[in-house]
């Protein structure tokens, strides 16, 4: 909605100035003529260039899908790309509206072609920095390094509080067990649940009294019949659960945090498969699977509960734990590198590291991936395997 927000403001905003500016009257004079032909050219020549552009740009994010995954959609997503698109179509409307409004004037102020000029220049600039974002978005290390800083902030927002193996007992919560409450079941087409407004939902649940315990997290894909949520007898239906709830067609990161460790797997597992046989790029996404994982291995994860203000316990939402993140980041990794030392060794290199820097209690599904890599590669590259 804001980027289509965006591109109707900027044509109302280039249709307003293009309707003022023949008004002006302060500075030099043009003669009109010769400034209606440079308003005409420099309109149908910038949205001719936008639209080489954007088709170019299309061959980029092919490119990206086909080379890392068809979920990664960052470029996509980046503000420059719509703000640029918003940007010429403004361009263009002010440069066409001037020129008619001009109309059978003889001569014109130089503010006109001046600030259309301007603009243009403008235009060209984000034009070329949406270019050198589509070239950044097909190589590895910025794609690598973008996925990253994303999972960074999201995890910095999700998990604020360290692991604590043996914490005190907590009370016992006041929800309705998971096989309890009143079934509340997704009707429509199969969409992704991308996000769930958390606060609003607790002012509801508050003011109605009553308690949700959701069964799907974002990220998840919803089909006919899905039980969203249960919620305790006399709450919110569908309609109210909807209310709370965005959905798209693909997954995001906002509050998806297994996302991450989906789409470096994807790109580890591209590159070990036999039409691509890249075992490099497998490390280098290995590397940053590693990174993900130490940065979570002394962290609480146990965030899916969410209180109302006097202290009650109103909302619960399925969240990934030590043993998913861990399953997703190198489970099908290391299937996959059966067939090339290379990869092998990276990730068992990734267990050993991961093995020194987590939680005592959470290391046993770390050593368990650790046996079975070094079983893995031992009984494939008995040669060389023991000297690495």
């Known amino acids: 909605m804001r980027r289509d927000l965006s591109q109707l403001l900027c044509a109302v905003v280039g249709l307003g100035l293009g309707l003022l500016a023949p008004l002006i009257t302060a500075g030099p004079r043009a003669d009109a003529g010769r400034v209606v032909s440079v308003l005409f050219t420099l309109g149908f020549g910038v949205i001719s260039l936008v639209s080489i552009i954007y088709s170019v740009l299309f061959l980029v994010v092919q490119f990206s899908a086909s080379t890392f995954t068809p979920r990664l959609g960052l470029f996509r997503q980046e503000p420059v790309v719509w703000r640029t698109f918003a940007l010429t179509i403004g361009v263009f409307v002010f440069c066409v509206t001037s020129g008619l409004a001009i109309g059978s004037r003889k001569d014109v102020s130089v503010l006109v072609p001046g600030a259309a ?23 590895l290390g910025h794609s690598l390094t973008a996925i990253a800083a994303r999972a960074h902030r999201l995890y910095d927002t999700l998990y604020v509080h360290p ?70 007898p006399g709450g919110a239906g569908e309609d109210a659960l909807r209310a709370v709830l965005s959905t798209g067609v693909e997954r995001t990161f906002d509050q998806d945090p297994e996302l991450p460790f989906r789409l470096l797997a994807d790109i580890a597992l591209r590159a070990l498969s036999p039409a691509v046989n890249d075992p490099a790029t497998a490390v280098d996404a290995l590397d940053r699977l590693e990174d993900l994982l130490v940065r979570l291995a002394d962290r609480d994860l146990d965030v899916g509960r969410f ?14 734990g030590w043993g998913q993140y861990v399953r997703t980041a190198v489970d099908d990794v290391i299937l996959a590198a059966h067939g090339s030392p290379m990869a092998l060794r990276g990730t068992r290199d990734l267990l050993r590291r991961l093995m020194e820097r987590t939680p005592g209690d959470r290391r046993a599904l770390v050593h368990d991936r650790l046996r079975w890599v070094e079983q893995a590669g031992g009984e494939a590259y008995p040669l060389v395997w023991e000297d690495t």
């Not at 199969?190 to 606060?199: A, E, G, R, T």
């Not at 209180?307 to 990934?320: A, K, L």
């Open 307 to 320: 209180d109302d203000p006097d202290g009650r316990t109103r909302v619960s939402v399925p969240v990934p």
């Open 117 to 139: 000029m301007v603009l243009t220049l403008v235009a060209l600039g984000m034009m070329r920095t949406l270019q050198m974002k589509a070239f950044d978005s097909i190589q």
């Open 163 to 232: 692991y604590v193996p043996a914490g005190p007992a907590t009370a016992p919560s006041r929800l309705p067990a998971a096989d309890t409450g009143v079934a509340v079941r997704w009707t429509g087409p199969p969409v992704v649940l991308q996000n769930i407004d958390v606060p609003a939902l607790l002012g509801l649940a508050r003011e109605g009294d009553f308690s949700v315990v959701f069964r799907v997290s974002p990220g998840t894909t919803l089909t006919e019949g899905t039980v969203i949520a249960r919620v305790t």
